[in-house]
C-alpha cells in the first residue's frame, strides 16, 4: 500500500508561482511512474503531468506547457510540481497519482493505482 500527501496549494496572484509537493510512503517510490492531475469546479478530472519512475521522460497537458515543471527526488521519495505564470484557469484541487506499471500512459487516470487526497490552488485574476 502506497500513501501519497500533497501539500503547497493555497491563493495565490495570476502571474503568480507554487510549488506543490506530494510525499509517499513506501521504499518503492522509485520504482512508480507518478503524474499529476487536477479537477476545477464543475469540472472532469484532467491530466497535468508526468515522470518515468527514473525522471528521464515527462509529458504535460498542453495547458501547461511552457509554465508547470515535474520533477521527483526519490531519496526524499517526495514529487513536485512547479506552477509559474499560473491563470485563474489553473484553479483546482490538484492530485498526485502513483502507478505501478511500467509505462508511459501519463495522461489516462485509469493508469494509476494510487491518489492523494488532493491539495486546493486557487489563482486570483
Known amino acids: 500500500q502506497v500513501q501519497l500527501v500533497e501539500s503547497g496549494g493555497g491563493l495565490v496572484q495570476a502571474g503568480g508561482s507554487l510549488r506543490l509537493s506530494c510525499a509517499a510512503s513506501g521504499r518503492t517510490f522509485r520504482s512508480y511512474t507518478m503524474g499529476w492531475f487536477r479537477q476545477g469546479p464543475g469540472k472532469e478530472r484532467e491530466f497535468v503531468a508526468g515522470i518515468s519512475w527514473s525522471g528521464d521522460s515527462h509529458d504535460y497537458a498542453g495547458s501547461v506547457k511552457g509554465r508547470f515543471t515535474i520533477s521527483r527526488d526519490n531519496a526524499k521519495n517526495t514529487l513536485y510540481l512547479q506552477m509559474n505564470s499560473l491563470k485563474p484557469e489553473d484553479t483546482a484541487v490538484y492530485y498526485c497519482?502513483?502507478?505501478?506499471?511500467?509505462?508511459?500512459?501519463?495522461?489516462?487516470?485509469?493508469?494509476?493505482?494510487?491518489w492523494g487526497q488532493g491539495t486546493q490552488v486557487t489563482v486570483s485574476s
Open positions: 497519482a502513483a502507478a505501478t506499471k511500467v509505462g508511459t500512459n501519463y495522461d489516462l487516470p485509469q493508469w494509476y493505482d494510487y
